[in-house]
């Protein structure tokens, strides 16, 4: 028998990350925002109540371990669907399951991974049964819910954001996960460096799976087949089995570093600003979108202020149109200071919003008369361009060019 094959007492080569799957709330790390002592997941747990709720949070993050706890706790009918393979048909399964159990008195919490990936169709075959208690539902998703989950299920369940986990939590994680291997296999000794542990929590990027995963494959690799001059697991052996940074970059990780871009060039901080240009261009993000941004703030945040940073926005753009990666990383940069550096001054949004908000709530006016257009042969009858004065052929008259019902307003303060 191979050496490799006996991590678990069945001859399968479970995963470290599912072996020290935590066994209760005490041993889940990383989430003390949700569970904590007076949480109120913590007091709905101790009161025994069951309700059904979605988990939001990046991957590795601990959502399937979660429901798993919650399901433990009341000793409920666990049923796991995978919504990138399951359907309706499935759901019709679970729901038999749940039914049969309930004549017994077991509970049942239906947990679906990736709930985000099922259809309109499919959530709203969920509802009905989450309405009369067949089942409780437990969906995770690393997507947000608002725009991924539909409302009428999302008014049916408690929606739960968990985060990234903590990089002293990934320690503890990572040093149990060697302290594992290292008590199952004392026949393969083999030293870890502080720093390749300090590594791992750094490249996990808050991600539990993904740092076992690599504390198992560090392992065995440094171990080899047992002829090794030194079985150590270092930095460097860390480096060159990860090759780089696997960084968690998603569709929500997309929205939250524009937002957080825009607003370090609004707030006129650019050493925050250049952190998440170089984030998102790490990231493959497109650089077009980050350039249009920019475009955006220099109109929206600088304006009148300084109207250079609008041009140089536009030229950031342009350049990074023509040039493409990685060139044009430095005209982005370029402009990003500029822009966080220049002065600041919203009044033309303001203004402009303000026009629309007055319209869009009934002061929808025609021009006066002496505005409207003249150039055609019947103008003239109906009094448009009457009284106009030609501006440059006297620029000291004052008239009026506002609407009657509105001629006073203001709309830059």
Not at 115 to 130: E, F, G
Not at 147 to 168: E, G, K, T, W
Not at 243 to 253: E, H, L, M, P, V
Request: charged letters at 25%; aromatic letters at 8%; hydrophobic letters at 40%.
């Amino acid at each position: 028998m191979n050496l490799f094959d006996n991590l678990e007492e069945n001859n399968k080569q479970t995963p470290l990350a599912a072996i020290l799957r935590p066994k209760n709330l005490d041993d889940f790390l990383g989430q003390t925002n949700v569970i904590n002592e007076n949480s109120p997941i913590n007091n709905l747990l101790k009161a025994n109540r069951l309700f059904s709720l979605i988990l939001w949070g990046p991957p590795g993050c601990g959502k399937t371990t979660l429901a798993r706890l919650i399901a433990n706790h009341h000793n409920a009918n666990f049923l796991e669907l995978s919504a990138v393979i399951s359907g309706v048909k499935d759901v019709k399964d679970a729901v038999l399951n749940a039914k049969e159990n309930l004549r017994s008195g077991v509970k049942t919490i239906l947990f679906i991974d990736e709930i985000h990936r099922y259809s309109k169709t499919q959530q709203d075959a969920l509802l009905p049964h989450i309405e009369n208690g067949t089942f409780h539902l437990i969906g995770s998703t690393t997507e947000n819910p608002s725009f991924q989950v539909v409302p009428a299920l999302l008014s049916r369940v408690q929606v739960i954001m968990l985060n990234r986990i903590d990089n002293n939590s990934i320690k503890k994680i990572v040093e149990k996960g060697f302290n594992y291997l290292k008590t199952h296999y004392s026949n393969m000794p083999v030293v870890i460096e502080n720093e390749a542990v300090e590594a791992i929590v750094s490249l996990s990027s808050g991600d539990a799976r993904y740092a076992l995963n690599t504390v198992e494959n560090s392992y065995f690799a440094a171990y080899g087949d047992g002829k090794n001059k030194e079985s150590t697991v270092n930095k460097k052996l860390i480096e060159d089995l990860l090759q780089k940074s696997t960084t968690r970059y998603d569709r929500q990780g997309h929205y939250d570093c524009l937002s957080a871009y825009q607003k370090s060039l609004r707030g006129s901080d650019p050493d925050a600003a250049i952190y998440y240009l170089a984030k998102m261009l790490v990231n493959a993000e497109d650089p077009r979108v980050i350039a249009r941004r920019l475009i955006v703030c220099a109109s929206e945040d600088v304006g009148n202020a300084d109207f250079r940073a609008f041009l140089i926005a536009e030229a950031a753009l342009k350049a990074t149109e023509i040039l493409g990666m990685p060139e044009c990383r430095i005209a982005l940069a370029q402009a990003t200071e500029f822009v966080a550096r220049a002065k600041k001054s919203n009044r033309a949004i303001m203004a402009v919003d303000e026009a629309m908000a007055d319209i869009q709530r009934g002061l929808d006016f025609p021009p006066p008369m002496h505005l409207r257009d003249a150039h055609y042969k019947d103008a003239k009858k109906y009094g448009f361009g009457e009284g106009y004065v030609y501006t440059h052929d006297n620029p000291e008259y004052k008239q009026q060019f506002l609407p009657d019902e509105i001629k006073d307003k203001k709309y830059f303060h």
